[in-house]
């Protein structure tokens, strides 16, 4: 999946993986395990999602990073925002009040443009990663975070099924993947009704990963 791949999904408008309310493991995550007002949450490979509206309604601020300025767009259309606008580097950099969001590579992003992170709300982007880019991703977030806090939902069905992403991720390759850096621990774990892309029994799994 590479950079060519999302940029002409946002350019034909097929996002399956979009939904239309906050992810309901984050909410149940959150309402477990709050964090103080003005937090800082990274949401990585963010496209539009409403998880980041809803994050900043309960009070906590966000900074967030994607490939497609569409994606960005959209998203600060949605929250009826204008954003301010600067380049920085290879990166554009889109702020508003309690949001920044870093338009670009992921893996271009540093750690002084993320400031501090208190919380990485990791969905659908570790598993929208091939798996020769995920332990990359891995590290680079660990770096630029300082091994920040993850939430991380996951996926597990057989890949045989259909091709990802989302890739299925089970819960030996998570551990293989974080615990150099993370212990990681299974919060929550539910099927998908009707299987994932109505093709592949799967479930999914939500997982707290904490610095060693
Ligand atoms: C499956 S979508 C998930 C979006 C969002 N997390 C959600 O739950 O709605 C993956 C997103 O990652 C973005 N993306 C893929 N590779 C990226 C990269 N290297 N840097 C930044 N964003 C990337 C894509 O453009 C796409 O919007």
Redesign the pocket.
């Known amino acids: 999946?590479h950079?060519d791949f999302?940029i002409d999904?946002?350019e034909e408008n097929r996002l399956g993986?979009?939904?239309e309310d906050a992810h309901p493991l984050l909410v149940k995550f959150i309402g477990a395990h709050p964090l103080p007002k003005g937090s800082r949450i990274f949401?990585p490979?963010?496209?539009?999602?409403r998880?980041i509206g809803w994050l900043l309604s309960q009070g906590y601020r966000v900074v967030a990073?994607?490939?497609?300025e569409i994606?960005i767009r959209q998203l600060f259309d949605e929250l009826q925002t204008e954003p301010a606008v600067q380049k920085q580097g290879a990166l554009t950099h889109f702020s508003a009040t309690g949001l920044d969001v870093y338009v670009?590579?992921?893996?271009d992003l540093t750690k002084i443009q993320i400031g501090p992170v208190d919380l990485i709300h990791d969905?659908?982007?570790m598993v929208?990663?091939p798996d020769d880019m995920r332990a990359r991703y891995v590290s680079h977030l660990a770096e630029i975070t300082d091994v920040a806090r993850q939430f991380v939902i996951s996926f597990n069905y057989d890949q045989e099924l259909i091709s990802g992403?989302?890739f299925s991720v089970p819960q030996p390759q998570i551990k293989a993947l974080y615990d150099a850096f993370y212990r990681s621990t299974l919060l929550f774990e539910r099927d998908i009704a009707g299987g994932l892309k109505g093709v592949a029994p799967a479930s999914e799994q939500a997982w707290l990963v904490e610095s060693r």
Do not use: Y
């Not at 490979?45 to 999602?49: H, Q, R």
């Not at 670009?104 to 893996?107: A, E, L, N, R, S």
């Open positions: 999946m950079r999302w999904r946002w993986w979009h939904q949401v490979l963010c496209g539009k999602t998880d990073a994607e490939l497609s994606a670009g590579d992921v893996f969905r659908a982007a929208a990663l992403p989302p």
